[in-house]
């Protein structure tokens, strides 16, 4: 038997993070990392497990100390910090064993620390680690020869998560996605064959989601839930029913292709799903730049603009947050006025703007090396590892904090804010409609909940932001929200709308170019 602790490391201050803002809704982290409570489910009862998430509790050294073996996982961002911790585990002598998706990628890179590493997913190969550890031969290596079957794949441990200081919860659905982008590795990692668990499956976990971790919203973790349009369609059916049984626990955040706009059915399941916002890789307005990436799913139905595909998705009662990329070759000097033309014409509030970079095992990466186009320092100075060939790296790192400062000024931020959701009117959708005309008192204890939110939210932002101005602002387009559209749900989303406002501009307000051009606390 062996005694296991498993860490997640902290992550530094990120757009996703929303760690200044955490604090305004008594949360410590955004969502718990899906690898841990899953390894957990894997490992045989015989073994005790300790899960340990730095994001929201410092790390017990000593505890490890004692522990048999002590997992870690992390993403390309955590790695830093992923180092620090396994020095101070080896100065105790401990069992370390790595995975995630920074040592898929990057295996070498803990080279000499780590005493196993897991390459890829780690459904089958983390119980034959368990077995080969008590008969005393664990292998350096552990990579599965074939994909995990998610039909064969358990419900997490949600029980030893300390669940309450998150602000949502997580569930996958599947794995895969067919498309072929060339800077994405979830295709070297999951494959191109998007692969899904059964309904029964997904029933079990928002159970246990509803029940033993009692979360009210919840991130659908998937990278492109609609890599199989017509066998989500099934999934997002059995959601349905399940919601509709349980009044409507759950709230969901998800990520999609662009060419989610072309299936009104998928769109309107999503809706009676409860899924309230979704992600989408819209990039950039540059056709050329897709083009030469390999991203052609954004390209399709050239009858409709990025923007009008956007609306349709937003018809439903869904907001829409898109990831933007900036510094592909046919980039010119005038990408960066047409990125946030197209995201205010486009009326999406929030946008995760980066440079392009290179993750290594992608066909981007491989195109880099063999151009010597690449900025091989671990951390470089310029916020991306790619030379790029239609500007100088000062001009993409200038041009990228212009974007990201004149998206995210107040005025503009909120601008987005009121052209959505009172001007466009998001916020009716079919599913509140009918739970409002079927349901007129659970509707209205919702909508008192969501009022007790607003004011809550509201005062910790008149009490907690230091910046007179910034306060000013908050109370502004609150009032005009509450004087134009009354509505209880509304209101609440631009509560929480200004709590993240808030986050951004603590990120920008730290982000700065130092003496040697190179950018730092950059997201």
């Known amino acids: 038997m062996a005694d296991i602790v498993l860490i997640n490391p902290k992550f530094e201050a990120s757009y996703w993070g929303h760690e200044h803002a955490l604090h305004l809704f008594g949360k410590k982290a955004?969502?718990?990392?899906?690898?841990?409570?899953?390894?957990?489910?894997?490992?045989?009862?015989?073994?005790?497990?300790?899960?340990?998430?730095?994001?929201?509790?410092?790390?017990?050294?000593?505890?490890?100390?004692?522990?048999?073996?002590?997992?870690?996982?992390?993403?390309?961002?955590?790695?830093f910090r992923m180092m620090e911790i396994i020095t101070e585990l080896k100065k105790r002598d401990c069992f370390v064993a790595l995975g995630g998706p920074w040592v898929?990628?990057?295996?070498?890179?803990?080279?000499?620390?780590?005493?196993?590493?897991?390459?890829?997913?780690?459904?089958?190969t983390w119980p034959r680690f368990l077995d080969d550890w008590q008969r005393g031969v664990p292998a350096k290596r552990y990579e599965q020869e074939d994909r995990t079957d998610m039909s064969r794949v358990p419900v997490p441990r949600h029980d030893l998560l300390k669940i309450k200081?998150?602000?949502?919860?997580?569930?996958?659905?599947?794995?895969?996605?067919?498309?072929?982008?060339?800077?994405?590795?979830?295709?070297?990692?999951?494959g191109r064959k998007p692969r899904l668990k059964t309904k029964e499956q997904i029933v079990a976990e928002l159970e246990s989601l509803h029940k033993v971790a009692k979360v009210q919203a919840a991130f659908i973790v998937d990278d492109n839930l609609i890599?199989?349009?017509?066998?989500?369609?099934?999934?997002?059916?059995?959601?349905?029913?399940?919601?509709?049984?349980?009044?409507?626990?759950?709230?969901?955040?998800t990520e999609a292709s662009l060419d989610l706009a072309d299936d009104d059915e998928l769109i309107e399941l999503m809706d009676l799903a409860n899924i309230r916002t979704v992600f989408v890789g819209i990039e950039t307005p540059n056709e050329d730049a897709l083009k030469e990436t390999k991203k052609t799913q954004n390209l399709r139905g050239h009858n409709r603009?990025?923007?009008?595909?956007?609306?349709?998705?937003?018809?439903?009662?869904?907001?829409?947050?898109?990831g933007m990329m900036l510094g592909f070759d046919t980039d010119k000097p005038d990408i960066f006025d047409r990125q946030i033309k197209l995201i205010e014409d486009a009326k999406i509030v929030h946008s995760s703007v980066g440079m392009v970079t290179a993750i290594p095992k992608t066909p981007l990466y491989d195109r880099m090396l063999k151009a010597d186009r690449l900025d091989l320092a671990d951390r470089t100075p310029f916020g991306t590892n790619i030379l790029p060939v239609s500007m100088e790296r000062e001009e993409l790192r200038d041009g990228y904090l212009s974007v990201l400062r004149g998206l995210y000024s107040p005025e503009q931020y909120f601008k987005r804010l009121d052209s959505l959701y009172l001007d466009r009117g998001l916020g009716e959708s079919r599913l509140r409609q009918t739970s409002a005309k079927e349901k007129p008192l659970a509707h209205a204890a919702k909508a008192a909940i969501a009022l007790l939110q607003t004011a809550f939210i509201f005062v910790r932002l008149q009490t907690a932001v230091k910046e007179r101005e910034l306060r000013r602002h908050y109370r502004?387009?609150?009032?005009?929200?509450?004087?134009?559209?009354?509505?209880?749900?509304?209101?609440?989303?631009?509560?929480?709308?200004?709590?993240?406002?808030?986050?951004?501009?603590?990120?920008?307000?730290?982000?700065?170019?130092?003496?040697?051009?190179?950018?730092?606390?950059?997201?």
Not at 65 to 77: F, L, R
Not at 110 to 122: I, S, Y
Not at 170 to 184: A, H, K, V, Y
Request: charged residues 20%; hydrophobic residues 45%.
């Open 227 to 253: 890599g199989n349009k017509k066998a989500v369609k099934e999934i997002l059916r059995a959601v349905i029913d399940w919601q509709a049984q349980n009044n409507y626990p759950l709230s969901f955040i």
């Open 104 to 124: 898929s990628v990057k295996e070498d890179y803990f080279d000499g620390f780590a005493d196993a590493v897991f390459v890829g997913e780690a459904e089958n």
């Open 30 to 79: 955004s969502m718990p990392v899906a690898a841990l409570p899953l390894l957990a489910a894997l490992t045989p009862p015989e073994h005790t497990i300790t899960l340990m998430d730095e994001n929201v509790e410092p790390i017990d050294y000593e505890r490890c100390a004692k522990a048999d073996i002590v997992g870690m996982t992390g993403m390309i961002v955590q790695r």
């Open 476 to 523: 502004r387009f609150t009032y005009n929200a509450l004087r134009r559209r009354p509505n209880p749900f509304v209101l609440q989303t631009y509560a929480l709308r200004s709590a993240m406002h808030y986050h951004y501009h603590r990120l920008l307000a730290g982000m700065a170019v130092d003496g040697e051009g190179h950018l730092i606390n950059i997201f």
């Open 165 to 190: 200081n998150y602000a949502l919860g997580t569930i996958q659905f599947s794995r895969g996605c067919p498309f072929m982008c060339e800077f994405c590795d979830i295709i070297v990692t999951f």
């Open 305 to 322: 603009s990025i923007p009008e595909k956007v609306a349709s998705i937003q018809a439903y009662g869904i907001e829409v947050w898109s």
